[in-house]
């Protein structure tokens, strides 16, 4: 809906003009935030739900199977979706047994166009509820661009973009219906800057990150939940899946584990944060690095750094 208010006259800010109008702006400033800090308030009162159920994408290891376990300590059922079936049943066996909870798996390739509504309509024939959706499954690929296989490229974009955004929509639209869910979507520190040699898929992070962002905005009004998890280098086989050269392996020493990750995430619904960064000072430099340095200087270093030595 287009908002009816008068634009200032000549340019001028909102918070300038007649005595009157500054008194007013004010007025919609401190309500404004009244209302910002009331909305923190009830999302602090009200925790994750428990007796909840949660759907993870790329469950069967790395930051999506710690979020299966930290999940069903919190007692909530899973839906757990990967390729791999035997790692996915093998999950789902022994969380049942550490925990009272249901564990169902869903065995999907989700690069495939419209895996999104095959994994949603399973859902839905099951009868199940989705309150917690963790868009995790993803991979990177080292590499210059124009070396690495296209079918290669077009199975990331499929994967980290369509298929995140496909189950975002699918799922959201119930959530907002009843007030109430969360959705966590895995970006990366990478979707902050673009990354020479792994151009694809930072360029996939940052979409994650902008949708994701957009989003938390959107429904933060409405009791949904939005996050973009955005990890630093942390130690899972994304680094082998990604074809890193051996010598650059992640930073080797500098990685967290998936704990770490899924923690941070985890404590970041509490208080309802748009993006958590995780990896603790180091990371938090390298995401704000564009605040202080010319872009072109920065790519130059990047490029450097992430060539293979
Ligand atoms: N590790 C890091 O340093 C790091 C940093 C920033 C962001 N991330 C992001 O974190 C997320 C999880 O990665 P991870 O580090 O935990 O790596 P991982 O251990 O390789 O886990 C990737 C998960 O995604 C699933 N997956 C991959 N391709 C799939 C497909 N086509 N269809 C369905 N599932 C698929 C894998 O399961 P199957 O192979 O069984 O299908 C696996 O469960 C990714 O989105 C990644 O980009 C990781």
């Known amino acids: 809906m287009i908002e009816n208010r008068q634009q200032p006259q000549n340019c001028r800010s909102r918070f300038s003009g007649a005595p009157e109008r500054v008194l007013v702006n004010w007025f919609w400033l401190v309500g404004h935030m009244l209302k910002w800090s009331a909305t923190r308030f009830i999302l602090k009162i009200n925790p994750i739900r428990i007796m909840a159920t949660a759907l993870i994408t790329g469950a069967s290891s790395g930051i999506g199977e710690v979020f299966a376990w930290e999940l069903a300590q919190r007692n909530y059922d899973l839906v757990l979706v990967a390729r791999s079936e035997a790692k996915l049943q093998e999950l789902a066996e022994k969380l049942m047994q550490a925990y009272a909870i249901h564990a169902e798996i869903i065995v999907q390739d989700l690069s495939n166009p419209g895996a999104g509504t095959t994994v949603f309509e399973a859902v839905s024939q099951k009868g199940w509820t989705v309150d917690m959706l963790i868009n995790n499954a993803g991979f990177g690929d080292y590499g210059s661009f124009s070396d690495r296989p296209l079918p290669k490229i077009m199975e990331m974009i ?77 130690s899972t086989q994304f680094f082998q899946v990604a074809e890193f050269p051996a010598t650059m392996n992640g930073n080797g020493g500098n ?38 340095f010319p872009r072109d200087f920065l790519l130059s270093l990047m490029e450097s750094q992430f060539k293979a030595k």
């Open 158 to 234: 499929q994967l980290n973009i369509a298929t995140l955004v496909e189950l975002t929509h699918l799922f959201l639209t119930p959530m907002r219906q009843r007030r109430s869910g969360t959705i966590i979507n895995v970006a990366s520190i990478a979707g902050f800057l673009p990354l020479p040699y792994m151009s694809v898929y930072a360029a996939t992070k940052a979409f994650v990150l902008s949708f994701s962002s957009a989003l938390w905005a959107e429904n933060r009004a409405d009791g949904i939940r939005i996050q973009a998890l955005c990890p630093g280098p942390t």
């Open 255 to 292: 990685m967290v584990t998936a704990a770490e990750v899924v923690k941070e995430s985890l404590k970041g619904l509490e208080t309802n944060k748009s993006n958590i960064v995780t990896g603790g000072l180091k990371t938090q430099i390298i995401v704000n690095l564009q605040r202080f």
